[in-house]
């Protein structure tokens, strides 16, 4: 089992940064691959990034590629994503998930967050 708690969301400008903490209980987070959901308003939950157990891979999506770094301590448990040039656009609940594959698909995560709301304003 693991238990995640995602932090360090809030309002910031276009054009400005953050970065997002998912901090994890249990001495096997280095077991599982994890990756960060976002949840915009009316839309579907979606893929933003993923990180493989070790960190030697990573893969993101379209929208956020060149803009959006994860990465992860498993010394401290925990996985981070820092977005910069942050844009209305990525305005969302931001979820951080583990799970036995490095995937962009929801499914492949057995354990989530309660989430973190990023607000970008114009």
Known sequence: ??????????????????????????????????????????????????????????????????????LRDNAKNTVYLQMNSLKPEDTAVYYCAAGNSYSTYRDDYAYWGQGTQVTVSS
């Open 1 to 70: 089992q693991v238990q995640l708690v995602e932090s360090g969301g809030g309002l910031v400008q276009a054009g400005g940064s953050l970065r997002l903490s998912c901090a994890a209980s249990g001495r096997t987070f280095g077991r599982y691959a994890v990756g960060w959901f976002r949840q915009g308003p009316g839309k579907e939950r979606e893929f933003a990034a993923a990180i493989t157990l070790n960190g030697a891979r990573t893969y993101y999506a379209d929208s956020v590629k060149g803009r959006f770094t994860i």
